[in-house]
């Protein structure tokens, strides 16, 4: 049964820092395409960041860039969102996913993630 557990979110001030953090269980976790994304009230869910396994590569949304760093450790099992000089747009509620599909045009978005976790919320306020 494969499971992902997210946690590291929490309430932290304009300018701030938080890494949040993903346990991924029952699947070849190496092998696999994954993502962090976030839904803000009101708003569908958006990429936030993804690392596609066909080539590798790692897909950032423009409102992240330069502030936001997805890494993986696969002896662990485990994905990470490092996040810093958070703003309060970028309170949201954020999940952790997963792919074994390979897509032919990989892209960071919610309909080529199989497995979801359930998410974890971030708060940016002073």
């Known amino acids: 049964q494969v499971q992902l557990v997210e946690s590291g979110g929490g309430l932290v001030q304009p300018g701030g820092s938080l890494r949040l953090s993903c346990a991924v269980f029952?699947?070849?976790?190496?092998?696999?395409?994954i993502g962090w994304f976030r839904q803000a009230p009101g708003k569908e869910r958006e990429g936030v960041s993804c690392?596609?396994?066909?080539?590798?590569?790692?897909d950032y949304a423009d409102s992240v860039k330069g502030r936001f760093t997805i890494s993986r450790d696969n002896a662990k099992n485990m994905m990470y969102l490092q996040m810093n000089n958070l703003k309060p747009e970028d309170t949201a509620v954020y999940y952790c996913?997963?792919?074994?599909?390979?897509?032919?045009?990989?892209?960071?978005?919610?309909?080529?993630?199989?497995?979801w976790g359930r998410g974890t919320q971030v708060t940016v306020s002073s």
């Open positions: 690392v596609h396994r066909n080539s590798n590569t790692t």
């Open positions: 996913a997963v792919t074994l599909r390979r897509w032919q045009t990989p892209s960071c978005v919610r309909g080529q993630y199989d497995y």
């Open positions: 029952g699947l070849a976790f190496d092998y696999a395409g």
